[in-house]
């Protein structure tokens, strides 16, 4: 099974891109949002998210995602000690999820593929890339969240142009329909691909 990554800063509009692939019969798989459901599913999780920050880190059995947020926003010794707990139950999800798949390829969506250097997990990566003043615009617009938030998160992942030159498609997501035209070029290419392999 051909398994590609698609990446993207925030607010580049990679939900949106993922949710026209999933249009074209392409099955997806957000590994972000795995990520927070494990966290609130799996015991060994919780447990080993509470030995890291403490009782506060559930409240009402629920994961605190805006405590987790504030401890490791400056802080990435224990964001990466809090990835360490994560994205092993992550990947052996996705497996799962995988053999029940029978399509020619799926999609993998994760945030920082790059930045932790997962490209080996992918036979191609999409990157979703647009204007940072259109990215900053649109999660203000999400998460009711100021500028200045917005572009240290930014600041943290790594650049659009680097993203890009380390991907096999880039789609530029500054407007839909441009964006989905070069998504139908994309799946079309990547079909191609797998045909003559």
Not at 83 to 101: G, M, Y
Not at 124 to 144: C, G, Q, S
């Given at each position: ?12 509009g990679k939900t949106t891109i993922l949710n026209y692939f999933k249009s074209l019969g392409v099955p997806i798989y957000l590994a972000d949002d ?6 609130n599913r799996s015991k060994v999780i919780k447990r080993k998210l509470v030995a890291l920050f403490g009782e506060e880190a559930y409240k009402d ?137």
């Amino acid at each position: 099974m051909v398994v590609v990554g698609l990446t993207g800063g925030i607010g580049s509009g990679k939900t949106t891109i993922l949710n026209y692939f999933k249009s074209l019969g392409v099955p997806i798989y957000l590994a972000d949002d795995e990520a927070k459901a494990l966290m609130n599913r799996s015991k060994v999780i919780k447990r080993k998210l509470v030995a890291l920050f403490g009782e506060e880190a559930y409240k009402d059995d629920k994961l605190n995602r805006p405590y987790l947020a504030s401890k490791i926003f400056n802080d990435k010794a224990l964001l990466d000690k809090m990835n360490a707990i994560v994205h092993p139950k992550v990947a052996s999800h996705f497996k799962r999820w995988l053999q029940k798949q029978s399509s020619t390829y799926v999609i993998k969506e994760a945030a920082i593929i790059f930045e932790n250097n997962l490209q080996s997990q992918y036979h191609y990566i999409i990157t979703v890339i647009a204007d940072e003043d259109l990215r900053i615009k649109r999660v203000m617009k999400r998460d009711n969240t100021s500028k200045e938030k917005i572009k240290s998160i930014i600041n943290n992942q790594l650049s659009d142009k680097e993203k890009a030159e380390k991907s096999d498609f880039v789609i530029v997501n500054n407007d839909l329909l441009v964006a989905k035209n070069q998504a139908d070029k994309v799946h079309n290419e990547i079909l191609q691909k797998i045909k003559h392999k």
